[in-house]
């Protein structure tokens, strides 16, 4: 076989690896709280560390990968994603696991940074396209499949078997990058905007972290005031910098462009609304439900094949309906999903969720393939590389921002909630309300007599399904403003004449390996 196709082999298996653990872990989260013994709080750093570092080290990852090298910071990046999923597997506590999907969370970055460039630099021509587009089919099977593929071994083998599976292919993939991948970097290339990274990371980690804990100290405290107010600060401090580079990791001026500044809306807002909302519906689907790992992925397979189906008929439609118009339609069913998913009950079968996990399906299978032509159809081709890292950047800071987001107003709503029904009764003034609020549930409600137990008991079903359904409004909000900004801001002549509708990295000067 030739190079070239052994290049699109290990790039498509990495990126396949990296983007399935931003799916699979979530249906072993219910398996991952009682096995560490984690708060709400630890379940929401397990996604958001990972989901962090790989928003704030893209665009970096890309310089590096210019300067240094494609394939070897590619390499590099595999093996610290194949080394840290290890240890996540090994992890004894919440901490561990949390510090170890942040590592992986750097080598997917990386990894993802690079791949696009590690192809470009493979193929030529009408064959560059075929490779292009079976990376694309690889990152939508690796959405499709994740939750199922979590669900299964979780159930089969344990939930530390959902990173152990990255470990021996990872390792196959690197042996066949050292054989097998052309080195490539970019002459032209200056240096990192390292400036840049560090307040653009700070400036969401110190928003997460205040959001994440606000409820426990205090949305009024030093500590939460001083932690908002250190990420407003960070991020101003960014966009001062970035404004003063003369190569900024995120060039602001592309922002001038609303269609562009309208697709990355669509893209925050979609992985706020609907994708953040996975850690909330799994936990409910398993905890109050009761159904196991691998029934809580055959529960959310009707959204990811609608959304698979979805997605070519977009595309299609794209060269006859306006952008704007397919945003806004994508956008408005996964609001109309969100909306017909709320008033579950402690009593509600997994059925209830149906309708809601079709429509949206629908509704994210219009909007993906529509972001990606968006992003790079209004910048000259030289900067798609850029754009195209901006838009997934806005992705993975929706995801991050909207579970902590999410997180604060049902933990408050959840305590509310049980605060109201236990008042009067044994359980009150027990702090169980604050306790199951943040996810210690069982410990909380065994330290309690018997009678109190029972109340608090039904008081904490139905209070986490008040806190779902509360956040689920929230959501459709959500989904509805990226909506309206689809449709207000995006328009037909912000494109460029002939501007590629697939990522087309530009030429790289190669390098003997």
Same mark, same amino acid.
């Given at each position: 076989?030739?190079?070239k196709?052994?290049?699109?082999?290990?790039?498509?298996?990495?990126?396949?690896?990296l983007?399935?653990?931003i799916?699979?872990?979530?249906?072993?989260?219910p398996?991952i709280?009682?096995?560490?013994?984690?708060?709400?709080?630890?379940?929401?750093?397990v996604v958001?560390?990972y989901a962090?570092?790989?928003?704030?080290?893209?665009l970096?990852?890309?310089?590096?990968?210019?300067?240094?090298?494609?394939?070897?910071?590619f390499e590099?990046?595999l093996?610290?994603?194949?080394?840290?999923?290890?240890?996540?597997g090994?992890?004894?506590?919440?901490l561990?696991?949390?510090?170890?999907r942040?590592?992986?969370?750097?080598?997917g970055?990386?990894?993802?940074?690079?791949?696009?460039?590690?192809?470009?630099?493979a193929f030529?021509?009408?064959?560059?396209?075929?490779?292009?587009g079976?990376?694309?089919?690889?990152?939508?099977s690796?959405?499709?499949v994740?939750?199922?593929?979590?669900?299964?071994?979780?159930?089969?083998?344990?939930?530390?078997?959902i990173?152990?599976?990255?470990?021996?292919?990872?390792v196959?993939?690197i042996l066949?990058?050292?054989?097998?991948?052309?080195e490539?970097r970019?002459?032209?290339?200056?240096?990192?905007?390292?400036?840049?990274?560090v307040?653009?990371?700070?400036?969401?980690?110190?928003?997460?972290?205040?959001?994440?804990?606000a409820?426990n100290?205090?949305w009024?405290?030093?500590?939460?005031?001083?932690?908002?107010?250190?990420?407003a600060?960070?991020?101003?401090?960014?966009?001062?910098?970035?404004?003063?580079?003369?190569q900024?990791m995120?060039?602001?001026?592309?922002?001038?462009k609303?269609?562009f500044?309208?697709?990355?809306i669509?893209?925050?807002?979609?992985?706020?609304?609907?994708?953040?909302?996975?850690l909330y519906?799994a936990?409910?689907?398993?905890?109050?439900?009761?159904?196991?790992p691998?029934?809580?992925g055959?529960?959310f397979?009707?959204l990811?094949?609608?959304?698979?189906?979805?997605?070519?008929?977009?595309?299609?439609?794209?060269g006859?309906?306006?952008?704007?118009?397919l945003?806004?339609?994508?956008?408005?069913?996964?609001?109309?999903?969100?909306?017909?998913?709320?008033?579950v009950?402690?009593?509600?079968?997994?059925?209830h969720?149906?309708?809601?996990?079709i429509?949206?399906?629908a509704?994210i299978?219009?909007t993906?393939?529509t972001?990606?032509?968006?992003?790079?159809?209004?910048?000259?081709?030289e900067?798609?590389?850029m754009?195209?890292?901006?838009? !997934?950047?806005f992705r993975q800071?929706?995801?991050? &921002?909207?579970? +902590? =987001?999410? $997180?604060? *107003?049902f #933990?408050?709503?959840?305590? !509310?909630?049980?605060t109201?029904?236990i008042?009067g &009764?044994?359980? +009150? =003034?027990? $702090?169980? *309300?604050k #306790?199951?609020?943040?996810?210690?549930?069982?410990p909380?409600?065994?330290?309690?007599?018997?009678q +109190?137990?029972?109340?608090?008991?039904?008081?904490?079903?139905?209070?986490f399904?008040?806190?779902?359904?509360?956040i689920?409004?929230?959501?459709?909000?959500?989904a509805?403003?990226?909506a309206?900004?689809?449709l207000v801001?995006v328009?037909?002549?912000?494109?460029?004449?002939?501007?590629?509708?697939?990522?087309?990295?530009?030429?790289?000067?190669?390098?003997?390996?």
């Amino acid at each position: 076989m030739e190079r070239k196709w052994w290049t699109l082999i290990v790039v498509s298996v990495a990126t396949f690896m990296l983007l399935l653990d931003i799916t699979i872990v979530n249906v072993a989260l219910p398996s991952i709280q009682k096995s560490l013994d984690a708060s709400f709080s630890d379940l929401q750093w397990v996604v958001d560390a990972y989901a962090l570092t790989l928003a704030t080290l893209l665009l970096t990852a890309g310089s590096l990968a210019d300067i240094f090298g494609r394939k070897r910071v590619f390499e590099i990046g595999l093996a610290l994603f194949t080394i840290s999923s290890l240890i996540c597997g090994l992890s004894g506590s919440p901490l561990m696991l949390i510090l170890a999907r942040a590592a992986q969370g750097i080598g997917g970055a990386v990894m993802f940074a690079t791949s696009l460039a590690l192809l470009a630099q493979a193929f030529r021509g009408r064959e560059r396209g075929t490779a292009f587009g079976v990376w694309g089919a690889v990152i939508a099977s690796a959405a499709a499949v994740g939750p199922l593929l979590g669900g299964a071994l979780t159930d089969g083998l344990g939930w530390e078997y959902i990173f152990f599976i990255n470990v021996p292919i990872g390792v196959l993939a690197i042996l066949l990058s050292v054989r097998q991948l052309e080195e490539s970097r970019d002459p032209r290339a200056r240096g990192v905007d390292w400036l840049g990274l560090v307040t653009f990371c700070g400036a969401l980690f110190l928003l997460v972290f205040a959001l994440i804990r606000a409820n426990n100290v205090g949305w009024g405290s030093t500590q939460t005031v001083s932690e908002l107010i250190g990420s407003a600060v960070l991020l101003t401090a960014f966009v001062l910098v970035e404004r003063h580079q003369r190569q900024p990791m995120f060039d602001l001026t592309l922002l001038k462009k609303p269609t562009f500044t309208g697709a990355n809306i669509v893209a925050f807002t979609l992985s706020a609304s609907m994708f953040a909302m996975f850690l909330y519906i799994a936990l409910y689907v398993q905890n109050i439900i009761g159904l196991s790992p691998f029934k809580t992925g055959l529960v959310f397979l009707p959204l990811t094949v609608t959304s698979f189906f979805a997605a070519p008929i977009s595309g299609r439609l794209s060269g006859v309906v306006s952008p704007r118009v397919l945003f806004a339609v994508g956008m408005f069913l996964v609001a109309v999903g969100l909306f017909l998913m709320h008033g579950v009950t402690a009593s509600s079968g997994w059925t209830h969720l149906l309708p809601g996990f079709i429509i949206s399906g629908a509704g994210i299978g219009f909007t993906n393939p529509t972001l990606a032509s968006a992003a790079i159809g209004v910048v000259p081709p030289e900067r798609s590389g850029m754009a195209s890292g901006i838009n !997934s950047t806005f992705r993975q800071v929706g995801v991050a &921002t909207g579970i +902590a =987001g999410l $997180g604060a *107003a049902f #933990q408050a709503q959840v305590q !509310s909630k049980i605060t109201d029904l236990i008042a009067g &009764t044994p359980a +009150a =003034g027990t $702090g169980i *309300a604050k #306790q199951v609020a943040t996810g210690n549930v069982k410990p909380a409600l065994s330290q309690l007599p018997d009678q +109190a137990r029972a109340v608090a008991g039904r008081a904490a079903r139905e209070g986490f399904v008040s806190g779902l359904n509360h956040i689920l409004y929230i959501g459709v909000g959500v989904a509805l403003f990226g909506a309206i900004c689809g449709l207000v801001l995006v328009r037909r002549s912000d494109y460029v004449a002939g501007a590629a509708h697939v990522q087309q990295p530009q030429e790289t000067e190669a390098v003997p390996a």
